[in-house]
């Protein structure tokens, strides 16, 4: 079957996508990078893609690109998840010298279409709900040593009393819920074979 390759240069805001048309010109688009528009980017490449098969290459770029990715899995296109080196060296070798979101979206086109493909494999349910508890776990730890920040300030300065409890009370409220989540989490670990 032919295949329709596309480009994703995926920043934390927006998603710069290349195709080509009919024609073979590259074409550019800009979506945002939220969920409600990853639809909006799916529905556009199957429109512009027709029966072809939508191949697509983007870079991978840590929490950004992951829901983009999952979006694109879900409906069944090919997604491969390039290495920033692997993809900068091919930049290279093209003599591609600036770096713009415009020029990378067509660059990492050129790679869908040249290089060796290689299927991105989505990670599995509990492997997303470790890594959603881990990040929930990363911002209730950096809340906790704030607060201790603000209990040493308010100890060196007069603090009233019930500032401090309350500081206290929240400290020991973070650190219950830290415990239950880390529970949570090796109770999935342990479930994963």
Same mark, same amino acid.
């Given at each position: $079957?032919?295949?329709? &390759?596309?480009?994703?240069?995926?920043?934390? =805001?927006? *998603?710069?996508?290349?195709?080509?048309?009919?024609?073979?010109?590259?074409?550019?688009?800009?979506?945002?990078?939220?969920?409600?528009?990853?639809?909006?980017?799916?529905?556009?490449?199957?429109?512009?893609?027709?029966? #072809?098969?939508?191949?697509? !290459?983007? @870079?991978?770029?840590?929490?950004?690109?992951?829901?983009?990715?999952?979006?694109?899995? /879900?409906?069944?296109?090919?997604?491969? !998840?390039?290495?920033?080196?692997?993809?900068?060296?091919?930049? =290279?070798?093209?003599?591609?010298? &600036?770096?713009?979101?415009?020029?990378?979206?067509? $660059? *990492?086109?050129?790679?869908? @279409?040249? $290089?060796?493909?290689?299927?991105?494999?989505?990670?599995?349910?509990?492997?997303?709900?470790?890594?959603? +508890? &881990? /990040?929930?776990?990363?911002?209730?730890?950096?809340? +906790? /040593?704030? @607060? #201790?920040?603000?209990?040493?300030?308010?100890?060196? +300065?007069?603090?009233?009393?019930?500032?401090?409890?309350?500081?206290?009370?929240? +400290? =020991?409220?973070?650190?219950?819920?830290?415990?239950?989540?880390?529970?949570?989490? *090796?109770?999935?670990?342990?479930?994963?074979?």
């Amino acid at each position: $079957m032919e295949r329709f &390759s596309v480009g994703i240069d995926v920043s934390a =805001k927006t *998603l710069d996508v290349a195709y080509r048309d009919v024609k073979g010109r590259i074409e550019r688009q800009t979506f945002e990078n939220q969920t409600a528009a990853h639809a909006g980017l799916v529905r556009h490449l199957k429109k512009r893609a027709g029966r #072809k098969r939508v191949r697509v !290459v983007l @870079e991978s770029t840590g929490v950004y690109g992951l829901d983009l990715a999952l979006a694109l899995d /879900r409906v069944e296109f090919e997604v491969m !998840v390039a290495n920033p080196r692997a993809s900068a060296n091919f930049a =290279k070798a093209t003599m591609q010298r &600036s770096k713009t979101d415009r020029l990378d979206c067509a $660059m *990492l086109l050129e790679f869908a @279409e040249k $290089m060796t493909f290689r299927q991105w494999q989505a990670p599995s349910r509990v492997k997303l709900q470790v890594r959603g +508890i &881990s /990040r929930r776990v990363h911002a209730l730890m950096t809340t +906790i /040593r704030d @607060e #201790k920040n603000r209990m040493h300030a308010a100890n060196q +300065i007069d603090g009233t009393t019930i500032v401090k409890h309350s500081i206290r009370d929240t +400290i =020991k409220q973070l650190e219950t819920q830290v415990r239950k989540l880390r529970a949570a989490a *090796l109770e999935l670990i342990q479930s994963e074979p």
